[in-house]
Nanobody, 123 residues
Framework: QVQLVDSGGGLVQAGGSLRLSCAAS????????VGWFRQAAGREREFVAT????????DYADSVKGRFTIVRDGSKNTVHLQMNALKPEDTAVYYC????????????????WGQGTQVTVSS
């Protein structure tokens, strides 16, 4: 069983940066995949980024490519989403998720979810 805790959200001006964290407890292996998703008010949850938990295999949505990066912590049980050049349209609740398998864009393929962290970008 894996438990995930999302943190690091907040209010930032357009053009600013935030680093979200996904801290895992329980048994997690390096070959698992981590995904980041977001859900804006009144919209469906959408894919943001995914990679192998232990590193490699990163894939990003076109809307965030070049601005967002998945970063592994020195502690093997934490992964970050570094978000730069934020835009108002990035405002959403962000979730990390883990699946026992390869990186995947579909949210339905994930087994464990964090509680979400709110990101608000002001113009």
């Amino acid at each position: 069983q894996v438990q995930l805790v999302d943190s690091g959200g907040g209010l930032v001006q357009a053009g600013g940066s935030l680093r979200l964290s996904c801290a895992a407890s329980g048994q997690i292996f390096g070959f698992y995949a981590v995904g980041w998703f977001r859900q804006a008010a009144g919209r469906e949850r959408e894919f943001v980024a995914t990679s192998v938990w232990g590193g490699g295999g990163a894939d990003y949505a076109d809307s965030v490519k070049g601005r967002f990066t998945i970063v592994r912590d020195g502690s093997k049980n934490t992964v970050h989403l570094q978000m730069n050049a934020l835009k108002p349209e990035d405002t959403a609740v962000y979730y990390c998720a883990v699946r026992v398998g390869t990186p995947h864009r579909s949210s339905s393929g994930y087994d464990y979810w964090g509680q979400g962290t709110q990101v608000t970008v002001s113009s």
